[in-house]
């Protein structure tokens, strides 16, 4: 089983549901919106202009739903089947849906989703477990308390702060900051339970898979995770909901995330909030340079939570600690070294496990094959330490397959291959690419 369950219900969207003035007329209509979107932005090259045209329809405006159920706000879904607003799929939709005028009161109603979970949740669960923001949020789930349990990769704050530096909405900032701190708080407390300033994953349910689900849901890292009962707090209801290892890949989404609630803190003039989560950063990024960094390994490996043992693989959740900005100048070095040998550098870069690694397979779900959102935030992380022309290679190549391949959840990282759900939102992480400035062969602009 899949992270997100399979639903029967169609999951594809339509841009005729982007009602109650979510878009300026001359985009409401699918004849329109190719015409409306290329007047946005910048480009010379037709292919890259139908690929980012194809992107808008179908991963981000065929993406978004009327209120239904639960989802008291129009929300975003992945596509494909898949119903229900997930964590980290949507980020990356509203980071570009904020491009496109008019966009503030539909994104502030997909976040609003998040904040209103964190009230119904909260008013059924024991104190400890209050703010947390499951993985997805279904239209009429009637077991919503029992699953999903657990939550997915914290990149909430990320969003916040992309979707701020495109359309300047300081409401949105307003009504989000409070909710994603207490959100930021039950992560640091329900899944760093030895307060070493490591994240492991887990799962309320009590269900292993469950907690895999988590972070990337079937990293090699993770083959043999237990959960265990909570280290110190020993209730008469508690239950073995607590992951053994703790994730390089979740630890490392968790600082960027506090790195961008900080700015935001900052911006809003919220100085003590700002503070708060600079003293999470620092002790978080220290203990990953301690416990984690590996020479050898030329990268932060997952470690085992109680005795922060080291576990002898590199899988690409090892690699979102550049978009972190975990490693020193010196680390950050010897990643690139690493990241440009041919452990890594598939035919179609960047595969989500250690090419040497006996598990390696090129259409592996997280154990060999290629996402273009990962790849995109290992570009990324890159391009931050001055490495853009191994970032540029990865992003150009990825590009170059997805305009003679097509737009896909994931692919073979030698073959190219599509794998997976046709146009899956996060895969509009394509168009981000261009956008960031990581491509050398690809460009695209905003006009303006």
């Known amino acids: 089983m899949k992270r997100r369950a399979f639903l029967k219900a169609a999951g594809g969207g339509a841009l005729a549901l982007l009602t109650s003035g979510s878009l300026p007329p001359d985009i409401a209509g699918e004849s329109d919106a190719s015409d409306t979107i290329g007047s946005l932005f910048r480009c010379d090259d037709p292919s890259v202009m139908e690929l980012t045209q194809q992107v808008y329809r179908n991963c981000i405006l065929g993406k978004v739903f009327p209120p239904e159920g639960p989802l008291k706000q129009r929300w975003i879904g992945p596509g494909g089947g898949y119903r229900g607003q997930w964590i980290w799929d949507t980020m990356f939709v509203v980071d570009l849906l904020s491009i496109l005028p008019n966009q503030e009161q539909l994104i502030r109603e997909v976040f609003q989703n998040y904040w209103d979970f964190q009230v119904r949740w909260n008013a059924r669960m024991p104190e400890y477990a209050n703010d947390m923001i499951p993985c997805m ?12 349990a657990y939550s997915q990769i914290p990149i909430l704050a990320w969003g916040l702060e992309r979707v701020y530096k495109r359309n300047g909405d300081r409401e949105l900032l307003r009504r989000a900051l409070k909710p994603v701190e207490r959100f930021h708080e039950w992560y640091w407390r329900e899944r760093d339970v030895t307060n070493v300033g490591l994240i492991a994953v887990g799962s309320y349910s009590g269900v292993v898979q469950h907690a895999r689900f988590e972070t990337f849901d079937y990293e090699c890292n993770l083959d043999d995770l237990k959960l265990t009962s909570h280290p110190t707090r020993q209730g008469k209801h508690e239950g073995a909901w607590y992951g053994d290892v703790s994730a390089a890949g979740n630890t490392a989404f968790l600082i960027m995330g506090e790195h961008s609630l900080m700015r935001l803190a900052k911006i809003m003039g919220d100085t003590e909030m700002a503070s708060r989560r600079q003293k999470r950063i620092d002790k978080a990024v220290e203990a990953m340079r301690t416990h984690m960094w590996d020479e050898d390994a030329g990268t932060f490996l997952s470690v085992r939570r109680d005795a922060l043992e080291k576990i002898p693989v590199a899988t ?61 935030l290992t570009a990324l992380g890159l391009a931050r330490y001055g490495e853009h022309d191994l970032a540029a290679s990865i992003c150009d190549k990825t590009i170059a397959n997805a305009i003679e391949n097509g737009i896909s959840e994931h692919y073979d990282s030698v073959t190219g291959e599509t794998l997976g759900v046709e146009y899956l939102g996060m895969t509009c992480t394509l168009v981000t690419m261009m956008l960031d400035g990581l491509t050398t062969k690809y460009e695209l602009a905003v006009k303006g």
């Open 137 to 148: 949020i279904e239209p009429h789930k009637e077991n919503w308390l029992d699953y999903p």
């Open 316 to 376: 690409i959740g090892s690699w979102m600690t550049l978009a972190a900005e975990v490693p020193t100048a010196a680390q950050a070095k010897r990643m690139a070294t690493v990241l440009a040998s041919p452990k890594w550098q598939t035919p179609l870069p960047m595969p989500t496990v250690d090419r040497s690694d006996k598990r390696w397979d090129p259409r592996g779900f997280w154990r060999g094959d290629v996402w273009p959102p990962t790849s995109y």
